[in-house]
């Protein structure tokens, strides 16, 4: 349960704060992702974000569109793939991804969000992300639209090894 209420409410504002907050450092892009840490009262938290090279579906307008990975240290929680659609996701929808078509992983939506179900499958996620090529998410709007977005994993690889260094994570 306390893993997922840190993900009900810790997730759609991350990539946005990068222009507004100073406690959040950017540690460097490496290929398409972007590596930071930030500091609130909690403690420290480190991510690396991408946005899609590429998105289908027949929508007229959409907000931006993020695959995260975080680390929550002061919490224990590690390795939390997370999704922010740019979009309400369909109640009871189920978005998958799939690293280089391997068999999809469904996740959990709520709202404009999703993640993996437990740290065993963000572990599994991570894996895949490290030693693949693209991450293929496909969800379903609360209108019906279905979209797929292709995210680039090049520089996956160092940008998370960046924050597992910045948040003592091995």
């Given amino acids: 349960m306390k893993y997922f209420l840190f993900l009900a409410l810790a997730f759609g504002?991350?990539?946005?704060?990068?222009?507004?907050?100073?406690?959040?450092?950017?540690?460097?892009?490496?290929?398409?992702?972007?590596a930071y840490t930030y500091h609130n009262e909690e403690g420290r938290i480190?991510?690396?974000?991408?946005?899609?090279?590429?998105?289908?579906?027949?929508?007229s307008k959409r907000d931006d569109v993020f695959l995260m990975i975080t680390h929550r240290p002061s919490e224990?929680?590690?390795?939390v793939v997370n999704?922010?659609?740019?979009?309400?996701?369909?109640?009871?929808?189920?978005p998958r991804i799939s690293i280089d078509k391997k068999k999809a992983?469904?996740?959990v939506s709520h709202e404009d969000t999703a993640w993996a179900k437990d740290e065993k499958t963000d572990k599994?996620?991570?894996?895949?992300?490290?030693?693949?090529?693209?991450?293929?998410l496909k969800g379903t709007s609360r209108r019906g639209t279905l979209t797929t977005d292709t995210f680039s994993l090049k520089g996956f690889s160092k940008a998370y090894?960046?924050?597992c260094e910045a948040c003592d994570y091995q």
Avoid: H, R
Wanted: some cysteine; hydrophobic content about 30%.
């Fill in 83 to 94: 999704t922010v659609a740019g979009y309400t996701y369909k109640k009871g929808s189920k």
């Fill in 161 to 163: 090894q960046t924050i």
């Fill in 13 to 34: 504002t991350l990539p946005c704060l990068a222009a507004k907050d100073p406690n959040l450092e950017n540690l460097g892009t490496f290929g398409d992702w972007t």
């Fill in 46 to 59: 480190c991510y690396i974000a991408s946005e899609p090279t590429k998105s289908t579906g027949k929508y």
């Fill in 124 to 136: 599994q996620l991570v894996d895949q992300m490290k030693a693949g090529s693209n991450a293929v």
């Fill in 105 to 107: 992983i469904y996740l």
């Fill in 76 to 79: 224990d929680v590690f390795n």
